[in-house]
C-alpha cells in the first residue's frame, strides 16, 4: 500500500471511528433515559461503562488519525500543515486531543455529545479544501511551520473545548419556557450558536453532494495592471449564484433551470476567487437556513430547547469548571504558537515582526479577546452565564480566524485557501 492511499484511508476510517465513539457516548445518556425503570445506582454503572466505551472508541480513532498524520508527513516531505486541508485535518486531531485529555479529567459522557462533533465537523470540513500534496511556498520552508502551527492549533483546540462546554453550559441553564426579556435574549443566543453549526455541517454535505455530481463552472477574468493584460480562470463547485466582477462565463452547468449567474460581485470584490467567496458565503446562508428550519419543523421547538434534557442531570458547575479549565490551557499554548512563534517566523520569512496582515490581526484579537475572558473570570468573578457566553462568542471569533479570513479577506496567508 503506497503512502497516500495509507493515509487517505486512515483518516476516513478515523473520521468514522470518530462517528461510532460519538453515537456510543449518546447511546450512554439516551440509554439511561429510556430505561426509566433502572434504579439509580444501575443507570450510573451504564453511563459509565458506555462512556469508556467510547472513550476508547474515541482513542482508538485518534491512533488512526495519527497514521494518517505521520504518513502523509513522510509522503509529503514536511508537516501536513501547510493548506487548508492539511491544517483543520490537524486541527480536528487536536481537539479530539483535547477532548480525550478533558475527558479523563471529569470523566462526563454527556460531554462526548458536544465535544466529538467539532472535532469530526472540522474533520468534514477540511474535505471541501484540495487535499492534494502541494510543494511548500518560499516562505513556508522553514522549521517554524512545524512549531507556530502546531501549538497554535493545539492552543484552538482546547478553546473548542471550552466552547463545547460553554455551549452545555447555557443549554443547561437557560430558561427556553421563560418570557422575560433577557430569556429571550439568551435563547436567541443560543439557537445563533446552534444555527451556526448546523449550517456549516449542511454546507459540508452540500459541497459532497455537487462534487459527486461533477458539477462545474468556469469564469475568466482579465485584469489590467500598469498596461499588461492578465488572464485568471475562476472555477466554481456550487452553482454560481454570483460571477466574479468584470468575468466572461467559459462554461457552467445548468441547475434548477439557472443557466448563468444571478448577479455579478461588486467591483471592488478583486481577485479571481472573490466571486467564489462571496458565492460561498451565499450558499452557507440558504443551506443553512433551510436546514435549521427543517430541524426545527421535526423537532416542533427551538434546537436548543430539544437539546437541554439531555444535560439536566449535569452538574453545571462542573461544565463551569471544564470551560475555564480548557481555556486556561488553551491560552498560553495559543500565546506562544498563535502570536510569539508566528512574530519571530514572521520576522524570519517577512523581514518584520508585525505587518497588519488580516490573519495577523484576527489572531491578535482572538488572543485579546480570551485575555478579556480570563481577566473578567479572575479579577471580577464571571463565572456561569457570563463566561459560557464569552466561551462561545471566542470560539466563533477562532473559527472566522482560521476559516473566515481566508475565505473572505485576501492576505499574505492567502496561501493556505481553497
Known amino acids: 500500500m503506497s503512502l497516500d492511499s495509507l493515509s487517505s484511508s486512515a483518516l476516513l476510517i478515523a473520521f468514522f471511528v470518530y462517528l461510532v465513539a460519538f453515537i456510543i457516548f449518546v447511546l450512554a445518556i439516551l440509554g439511561k433515559k429510556w430505561s426509566r425503570d433502572l434504579s439509580a445506582e444501575t443507570a450510573a454503572r451504564h453511563v459509565k461503562k458506555w462512556g469508556w466505551a467510547g472513550y476508547v472508541i474515541a482513542a482508538i480513532g485518534f491512533v488512526c488519525q495519527v497514521v494518517y498524520f505521520i504518513s502523509r508527513w513522510i509522503e509529503a516531505g514536511h508537516i501536513p500543515t501547510s493548506n487548508l486541508f492539511e491544517f483543520l485535518t490537524f486541527f480536528g486531531m487536536m481537539v479530539i486531543l483535547a477532548f480525550l485529555v478533558v475527558y479523563l479529567i471529569y470523566r462526563t459522557p454527556v460531554f462526548g455529545i458536544f465535544a466529538m462533533p467539532v472535532g469530526f465537523i472540522i474533520i468534514a470540513y477540511a474535505s471541501v479544501f484540495p487535499s492534494e500534496i502541494q510543494p511548500l511556498v518560499p516562505s513556508l520552508k522553514s522549521y517554524w511551520l512545524n512549531i507556530h502551527v502546531t501549538t497554535a492549533a493545539l492552543g484552538e483546540a482546547f478553546f473548542a473545548v471550552g466552547f463545547a462546554a460553554g455551549l452545555m453550559y447555557l443549554i443547561r441553564m437557560v430558561n427556553f419556557q421563560g418570557t422575560s426579556k433577557t430569556d429571550r435574549r439568551e435563547r436567541r443566543g443560543v439557537e445563533f450558536s446552534l444555527f451556526t453549526i448546523v449550517a456549516l455541517v449542511s454546507f459540508i454535505v452540500l459541497i459532497f453532494a455537487f462534487n459527486s455530481a461533477g458539477y462545474s463552472a468556469k469564469f475568466q477574468i482579465e485584469t489590467t495592471v500598469k498596461g499588461e493584460v492578465t488572464v485568471e480562470e475562476s472555477n466554481y463547485v456550487l452553482p454560481p449564484i454570483v460571477s466574479p466582477s468584470t468575468s466572461t462565463l467559459v462554461q457552467m452547468d445548468t441547475f434548477l433551470g439557472m443557466k448563468e449567474p444571478l448577479f455579478e460581485a461588486p467591483a471592488w470584490m478583486k481577485g479571481a476567487s472573490a466571486g467564489r467567496k462571496l458565492n460561498t458565503v451565499i450558499w452557507s446562508a440558504i443551506v443553512g437556513f433551510l436546514a435549521y428550519g427543517l430541524l426545527r419543523l421535526i423537532a416542533r421547538k427551538p434546537l ?50 508585525w505587518g497588519w496582515d488580516p490573519k495577523e490581526v484576527w489572531a491578535l484579537i482572538t488572543w485579546l479577546f480570551y485575555a478579556v475572558l480570563l481577566h473578567f473570570r479572575l479579577s471580577r468573578g464571571w463565572v456561569g452565564k457570563r463566561s459560557a457566553w464569552l466561551a462561545v462568542i471566542g470560539f466563533l471569533v477562532v473559527m472566522f480566524t482560521l476559516i473566515g479570513v481566508n475565505l473572505i479577506i485576501a492576505g499574505l496567508h492567502s496561501y493556505a485557501g481553497v
Open 304 to 353: 436548543g430547547a430539544a437539546l437541554s434534557p439531555l444535560v439536566q442531570g449535569v452538574d453545571p458547575e462542573d461544565l463551569d469548571e471544564i470551560s475555564y479549565r480548557g481555556i486556561a490551557i488553551g491560552y498560553p499554548i495559543f500565546t506562544l504558537g498563535g502570536l510569539i512563534f508566528a512574530m519571530i517566523w514572521a520576522q524570519e520569512a517577512w523581514g518584520r515582526f
